[in-house]
């Protein structure tokens, strides 16, 4: 019995364990490319550097507070956004090097594939969280509200980090070339600085704010503020996703779920035909 002809009962361990099989070889794979690890250990630390020092003397924190501890907030949205970038680059070069093909012709759960990535990427997506994390100590951030806030801010970080991993399998399956997937990935930039990330949104154009305002990366960002009681949080007549920033990163994921997870799926299936 195969996880192609199992009863409809057993096929979810069937689904759990093949995908647990590839979540191992994508973090191999990790292993064995040092210059991805290194690329991932110091691309936090200048970030921290680039922005808490460089821009941080020239902005100021809306209601006051140091620039540092309003910035690291926006520096782990902006790290947990990347995950789009990276299962596509990673999704598309299996695709163009027929690797995909391979699994296709083994007698694995359909759905263990884009699995695979997706939480391969979660579990990598962690340790780089983790030296930003270790980066912002350093300069001066911490989270003020104790324990149990932070770890819920941490643990949204990381709901939503998964749902963009999805998001990702499926533009690496329909891109399905490594090099157009390598030029695609400047193009994800801009999403993640049209945000409150690093500057406040008051002083933009209405129509900029409105995009700014509503765009999944502010809502993680003044989740975190609020979890972490950082400066920035914000106050007043604002849009809703900033009133209620938890739920809105919440109903984001869903929805990044609900949509891509079956887009995903079927692509991959449709793609072996």
Known sequence: MTALTA??????????TDGLTLIGRELGRVRQEPGEIIAALIFPAVMVVLFGYVFGSAIQVPGGGDYREYLMPGLFSMV????????TVR???D?????????RSMPMARTAVPFGHAGADMLTGL???GIMVGAGLLVGWQPHRGLLPAAEAFLLIAVLRYA????????GLVVKNEQVADQMVPLFLPFTMLSNSFVPTD?????LRFLADWNPVSALTAAAR?????????TGDVAWPLAHPVAAVLLWSAALLAVFVPLSVRTYKRRGR
């Open 7 to 16: 009863p409809p009962r057993h096929r979810l361990r069937w689904t759990v």
């Open 80 to 87: 947990t956004f990347s995950a789009v970038m990276g299962v």
């Open 91 to 93: 999704v598309a070069t």
């Open 95 to 103: 695709a163009s090097r027929g690797v995909m093909d391979r699994f």
């Open 127 to 129: 340790l780089s969280l």
């Open 164 to 171: 963009l991993g999805w998001v990702g399998v499926y533009v």
């Open 203 to 207: 002083g933009m154009p209405a129509w």
């Open 226 to 234: 609020e979890l972490f009681g950082n400066p920035g949080v914000p």
